[in-house]
Each structure stands twice: as structure tokens, then as C-alpha cells.
């Protein structure tokens, strides 16, 4: 199966607040990021086109010509929780120093881990993998997941999958067998 993953655009939001699972307003350079994000699909194909169902990702997939995308929660981003709007500064301490420690396994308060949404990431794709053996798929997501995409195809081990870039309106290519 072939798999496109396309990030968001930039979103309104301040450096260091959290905003996984909130949904949030995008920039208002959203339709020069739109039309670049355009740009680098078009001519491609797609059997099916799954989103986000966060503004932020069905905005951007209605943008680029696919009007009904098939929403999927577990393409969502990380569940920051208690944790959601906020920037880290607002958050305990010991609570954040946790997180910090062992980001992989903690979960921000009332929120998932890194690890719990890698299970919901893998559900998705191991689900998509069985109906769509040979199909050219599209998802309209977040960097998180395009991560933990690159995490199942083996490209990077979980613990390195903020070591490479994943950029407002970045796709990516991806073989998933």
C-alpha cells in the first residue's frame, strides 16, 4: 500500500502551549500554505482520503480538492489532556518533570503517552494495511502521527522520532507492507 501523509498548516496558536487534541485556529497565511500543499499532490492519486477530524487537517484536505475525506480519530494528535492550552509554563512541575523524564510512557494528566498513541497510530495503519493492500491512500494529519508512521515502517526507533523534521504543510511518502 502506498501512503501519503500530509501535515497541517501552521496553526494560531503560541510557541510552547500545548494543543494536541484541541482544535485550533489556523494561521491567516493559511490559503499561501494551502496552495503549496496543493501543489505538491497534485497529479497524484488516491484510492481513499482519510483526516484528522480536527478543523485544522479536514480545512486544509477540503483545500486541496478532497471534500469528504473518511475522519478517523486515532490520526489525531497527541492527548495532551489537562495539559491542553496551556503553555508549560501553567503546568506543575512535577507533573511536567515526568513527562519530561520519560516522555515515551508518561501521560500528561488525564491525557495519553507517547506510547498509548502509537497503539492507536498502529491500530489505524494495521487496519488500513488489511483492506487496502494496494491502494494509494492520502491522510490528512499531524506531525505526531507522520512520526509514528515513520516509527511502524522501521525508519526510526520510537525514542528517535524527534530527531528528523516534520514541517506545517511537510508530505510524505510512504510504502506500508
Not at 515513520?150 to 524527534?162: D, L
Request: charged share 25%.
Amino acid at each position: 500500500m502506498k501512503l501519503t501523509a500530509v501535515r497541517h498548516t501552521s496553526v494560531n496558536v503560541p510557541s510552547g502551549v500545548c494543543y494536541g487534541f484541541s482544535d485550533v485556529s489556523l494561521n491567516s497565511s493559511f490559503q499561501e500554505e494551502a496552495d503549496k500543499v496543493k501543489e505538491k499532490i497534485k497529479g497524484l492519486h488516491f484510492d481513499q482520503v482519510y483526516s484528522s477530524p480536527l478543523s485544522r487537517c479536514l480545512l486544509l484536505a477540503n483545500y486541496c480538492g478532497f471534500e469528504n475525506p473518511t475522519p478517523d480519530s486515532r490520526i489525531k494528535e497527541l492527548n495532551f489532556g489537562d495539559w491542553e492550552m496551556k503553555s508549560w509554563m501553567e503546568i506543575d512541575k512535577t507533573e511536567a518533570q515526568g513527562w519530561f523524564e520519560d516522555w515515551l510512557n508518561y501521560p500528561a494528566k488525564n491525557g495519553e503517552s507517547y506510547s498509548l498513541m502509537k497503539q492507536r497510530v498502529d491500530d489505524f495503519l494495521n487496519e488500513l494495511k488489511q483492506k487496502n493492500n494496494k491502494k494509494n491512500i492520502c491522510l490528512f494529519t499531524h506531525g505526531g502521527v507522520i512520526r509514528l508512521i515513520h516509527v511502524y515502517t522501521g525508519a526510526y526507533a520510537m525514542e528517535e522520532s524527534f530527531d528528523f523534521p516534520v514541517e506545517y504543510g511537510d508530505v510524505f511518502h510512504f510504502e506500508i507492507r
